[in-house]
């Protein structure tokens, strides 16, 4: 079993910048692989980035490149997800989650944490 909180959602002008942070519980806490996803009001849940936790590989969705950078603490067992130039389209619910492989694909991960609102004003 594995528990995720998230937390340092917020409210930013277009163009500023957040960092997210999952900490991480469980026992096998270390055998997955961590990403972010999100979801916008009335729109499907989508990947924003993932990473591993010994082999240290990312991936980012084309939407989010060079603008975000997801990185982890294995002694704090915390993942970050650190976002610039954030733009309205950006804003949506920003969850953590778990999973057995590095993927894009929300149904692939096994465990979620409750999510933190992100809202970015024009």
């Known amino acids: 079993q594995v528990q995720l909180v998230e937390s340092g959602g917020g409210l930013v002008q277009a163009g500023g910048s957040l960092r997210l942070s999952c900490a991480a519980s469980?026992?096998?806490?270390?055998?997955?692989?961590m990403g972010w996803l999100r979801q916008a009001p009335g729109k499907n849940r989508e990947f924003v980035a993932a990473?591993?936790?010994?082999?240290?590989?990312?991936l980012y969705a084309d939407s989010v490149k060079g603008r975000v950078t997801i990185s982890r603490d294995n002694a704090k067992n915390t993942v970050y997800l650190q976002m610039n130039s954030l733009k309205p389209e950006d804003t949506a619910v920003y969850y953590c989650?778990?999973?057995?492989?590095?993927?894009?694909?929300?149904?692939?991960?096994?465990?979620w944490g409750q999510g933190t609102q992100v809202t970015v004003s024009s």
């Open positions: 990473i591993g936790w010994s082999v240290g590989s990312t």
């Open positions: 989650a778990a999973g057995p492989v590095l993927t894009i694909w929300p149904n692939t991960y096994d465990y």
């Open positions: 469980g026992r096998t806490v270390s055998s997955y692989y």
